[in-house]
């Protein structure tokens, strides 16, 4: 079967740093990504990663542990505007390669 | 367009009505997906478009659900016989291929739909 996991929910101070974790158990792995989605709008790309370790771009950053099924969204220096959900998708690398996403992680940031 | 647009964005039906919802992919992109997202949750895949051949319908919830992408462009999704368990957003995601893995999905806004 598919199992992605992430919490529910999360609150975080504007300025500080906030990881999001992900593990997850499906029948393939072609690679992780992390979506933003901001409420009523469309979800847009993040980041990706398909080998172990650590991917850097501006403030966030991903991380993807193959062999123990995890991942997690690291947001730098939070501003108001990063107040979302942060969805966790595998791609399954079958015949479709499509992506299989967790249920999301509502975030909300604080003065 | 610039991007992926779905139309229409809001769209309330009568238990039992028929609805049709709408998605233009980005111009050249080969692969079409729709997902499901119900409220506080993921998005849910329902089916997948590779130009006008539907190679995937495995989500699709049940027979009253029904997809189509004549012409490689354009794609319709298209419910019959509306429950109120149908009321979700519905998104649609292309790429510009199937190849390689790393590939991103650029989504629309999506269609909200409530069905009374």
């Known amino acids: 079967g598919q199992n992605i996991d992430q919490p529910t929910e999360m609150t975080a101070t504007e300025g500080a740093i906030v990881q999001i974790n992900c593990t997850y158990q499906?029948?393939?792995?072609?690679?992780l990504f992390w979506y933003q989605q901001h409420a009523g709008e469309a979800p847009t790309f993040l980041s990706y990663?398909?080998?172990?370790g650590l991917e850097e771009k501006g403030r966030f950053s991903s991380f993807l542990s193959r062999s123990k099924g995890y991942s997690y969204l690291l947001l730098k220096e939070l501003q108001m505007k990063d107040s979302a959900s942060y969805l966790c998708?595998?791609?399954?690398?079958?015949?479709?390669?499509?992506?299989?996403f967790g249920t999301g992680t509502l975030l909300a940031v604080q003065p | 367009g610039a991007g992926v647009s779905q139309s229409p964005r809001y769209k309330v039906a009568k238990r039992g009505q028929d609805v049709a919802l709408r998605c233009d992919p980005i111009?050249?992109?080969?692969?079409l997906f729709w997902y499901q997202q119900a409220l506080g949750q993921g998005p849910e895949f329902l089916t997948y478009?590779?130009?006008?051949?539907?190679?995937?319908k495995s989500g699709l919830p049940s027979d009253r659900f029904f997809a189509e992408r004549p012409e490689g462009s354009v794609s319709t999704l298209k419910i019959q016989r509306t429950q109120q368990e149908d009321s979700a957003v519905y998104l649609c995601?292309?790429?510009?291929?199937?190849?390689?893995?790393?590939?991103?999905?650029?989504f629309g806004s999506g269609t909200q739909l409530s069905v009374l």
């Open positions: 499906t029948s393939g792995f072609n690679g």
């Open positions: 111009s050249g992109h080969v692969s």
């Open positions: 990663n398909v080998l172990d």
């Open positions: 478009f590779q130009n006008e051949a539907q190679l995937d």
């Open positions: 998708a595998v791609r399954d690398g079958g015949a479709t390669n499509k992506l299989i």
């Open positions: 995601a292309s790429s510009l291929t199937r190849g390689p893995p790393n590939e991103k999905l650029f």
